[in-house]
């Protein structure tokens, strides 16, 4: 590093109004006794999965994981006797940002629960690599845990029933897991619509012919930053 960048950095250093307040980022696992989501105000963990283009050509993907107890009574019938403690990933829009753990718990909550900010569906072989139902917070990260090292993103994106043609060998045959809604609720309408022009631009990526399809991925990014 040039002497430049590094006045640069010292001045960034010795300035507290230029501090960057995410400690999440910082962090990447943060756990609170008291949570803001969790039933009871029970334990709550949030982990920080992915932020960055994970596939070439696709859009960013945030992904988070989340642990957190639920109401017993509103677990689903089929769901009965498996616990209320739930592990889970998720595909926020929003980032929660926060210089403190309230802050970022709040934000999570804000996110996905408030304002519904979240990709309701979420790609993959077996419901456990994206939900579970556990009878301890102990059982629910060690289901985080494992969730987190089968992480794909290339399965995890979002996929129509009429991309069968251009989905590799080796995903086909997944399912969508639309269990996210049973915690937060629904999503936002216009984060659905969102989603859909992201699914209409990975399909023209992948079913492109020669140069033009950069043309078309280019429109329907355009298309997204509009509707947003």
Known sequence: MDHLSKNILAALAANRDCGIHDLLREKRVLMTRRGVMSYGNDRELVALVADAILVPG?????????????????????????????ALLVQPSVYPRGSTEQEVFEAVMDILQFRGQYDPCCYCFQQEDVFQLCHTFEEACAALTGMIKRFDP??????????RDYIPPQYRGMKCSMHAMDVY????????????????GRRALHMAKGEGWIDEVRRLQALAEESG
Do not use: F, N, Q, T
Not at 185 to 200: F, N, Q
């Open 58 to 86: 696709w859009p960013s993907s945030l992904w988070l994981g989340h642990v957190l107890r639920v109401d017993p009574a509103g677990i689903l019938p089929a769901g009965r006797g498996r616990g209320e403690w739930v």
């Open 154 to 163: 290339v399965l995890m994106g979002d996929y129509a029933p009429e991309d």
């Open 185 to 200: 609720g629904l999503p936002c309408l216009e984060e659905v619509k969102k989603a859909d022009v992201e699914i209409a």
